[in-house]
T-cell receptor, first 112, second 115 residues
């Protein structure tokens, strides 16, 4: 089955700096890669996703890049703000199934 | 509704008691997933449904866990004879697939504490 690895497990950045979180996956059949933000005591919220027919997608300060050859994808947050502090999870899903495979999460702290 | 609604938010049970959690998926979503999250880390997949049919139950500890999604009723996850290690946040998520594309939306979770 699919194996998704996520790094780093914790990340601290100064407000205004950029944050990058990386994930790798093992199953070449995976073709959908969402990112979730989970704030304390809340459920994960879908913030951005990318499908394997594109290499990069942007939404304001958030961007995701995908390298299918290397089987890795990354979340980029620019101009970080304290409200970006949360745990971020990556996930992968294959076309042929409906199973989502999650990374182990990155706890991001933005220091004011 | 426009969000996945989970109840109760918190549930406390003594070891050996039964626990039942509920989930109302987003209207129009045909897929429902249950995940267990321990210590705010990884999501352990339990079971998924396509409408009222079990789609994948490979993550379910079958001897004590059961789940249903019946028409016109919230989906449910039931744990018989709870154990201390069942303490976790249980998340329900719903999704709708069109071809190979789909998005998964999570509820706020139900925190189960087994004493």
């Amino acid at each position: 089955g699919e194996n998704v690895e996520q790094h780093p497990s914790t990340l601290s950045v100064q407000e205004g700096d950029s944050a990058v979180i990386k994930c790798t996956y093992s199953d070449s059949a995976s073709n959908y890669f969402p990112w979730y933000k989970q704030e304390l005591g809340k459920g994960p919220q879908l913030i951005i996703d990318i499908r394997s027919n594109v290499g990069e997608k942007k939404d304001q300060r958030i961007a995701v890049t995908l390298n299918k050859t290397a089987k890795h994808f990354s979340l980029h947050i620019t101009e970080t703000q304290p409200e970006d502090s949360a745990v971020y999870f990556c996930a992968a899903k294959a076309y042929t199934g409906n199973q989502f495979y999650f990374g182990t999460g990155t706890s991001l702290t933005v220091i004011p | 509704g426009e969000e996945v609604a989970q109840t109760p938010k918190h549930l406390v049970r003594g070891e050996g008691q039964k626990a039942k959690l509920y989930c109302a998926p987003i209207k129009g979503h045909s897929y429902v997933f249950w995940y267990q999250q321990v210590l705010k880390n990884e999501f352990k997949f339990l079971i998924s449904f396509q409408n009222e049919n079990v789609f994948d139950e490979t993550g379910m500890p079958k001897e004590r866990f059961s789940a249903k999604c019946l028409p016109n009723s919230p989906c449910s996850l039931e744990i018989q004879a709870t154990k201390l290690e069942d303490s976790a946040v249980y998340f329900c998520a719903s999704g709708r697939w069109v071809g190979d594309t789909g998005e998964l939306f999570f509820g706020e979770g139900s925190r189960l504490t087994v004493l």
